[in-house]
């Protein structure tokens, strides 16, 4: 997956979210950070256990302004479903993309071959559409709301500081580093 520094495709994708259907493309991201959070599918064991981890976290996340988009190859339908019927499901308030097509999901790089669903996998999207930030893991292995708010202050950390970058285990407010000659060898 060589997607890191590219640009976002443009996809149409049908989604739920706040009790209502809507279309989203990709400019309802430009200007924006977006986190694309691909999962296999709907009604299935670790997905929602994720998806609720975004979602009481997702205040934290608005508040760097960033919008999640939760992204599987179910229908909009499906995810309204699944969004009336599962009480963990049912605290999501950011919004669900559909995408039988796989559009969305091979825009990303993010389909399983043969398989027809989505891999765990994550994106984060600076406000140029640029993707700064990929992880995909297998699908027994959940993902952690808090350790992806880390990381989305990092970059926004390096965006907003040109020139300097952020250590391992880098928590707001730490020391960073500005790579120079007088550094190699020394850290």
């Known amino acids: 997956m060589a997607l890191i520094n590219t640009t976002i495709k443009p996809f149409t ?3 739920y979210k706040d009790g209502k ?3 989203v493309t990709e400019a309802d991201v430009a ?3 977006a986190i694309f959070f691909f999962y296999p599918a709907d ?3 670790v997905c929602p256990t994720e998806l609720e981890d975004l979602a ?3 205040a934290e996340f608005q508040k760097l302004g960033v919008e999640i988009y939760s992204v599987s190859t179910d229908t909009h339908f499906s995810h309204k479903a699944w969004h009336d019927s599962s009480p963990a ?3 999501i308030t950011y919004t669900m993309l559909g995408d039988p097509s796989g ?4 825009n990303f790089d993010a389909m399983r071959p043969g398989v027809g669903l989505a891999d765990r996998a994550t994106f984060l999207v600076d406000p140029d559409g640029v993707i700064q930030f990929t992880e995909t893991t297998s699908e027994g292995i959940g993902r952690n709301a808090a350790e ?3 990381k989305v202050k990092a970059a926004q950390y390096v965006r907003a500081h040109p020139g300097e970058v952020c250590p391992a285990k880098w928590e707001e407010g730490e020391a960073t580093l500005a790579p120079s000659l007088d550094l190699v060898g020394k850290i």
């Open 21 to 23: 259907f809507l279309t």
């Open 56 to 58: 009481d976290n997702y």
């Open 148 to 150: 992806l708010l880390r």
């Open 103 to 106: 559009q969305v999901t091979n």
């Open 13 to 15: 994708a049908e989604a």
């Open 89 to 91: 499901i049912g605290k």
């Open 31 to 33: 200007g924006k950070w």
């Open 43 to 45: 009604f299935t064991f």
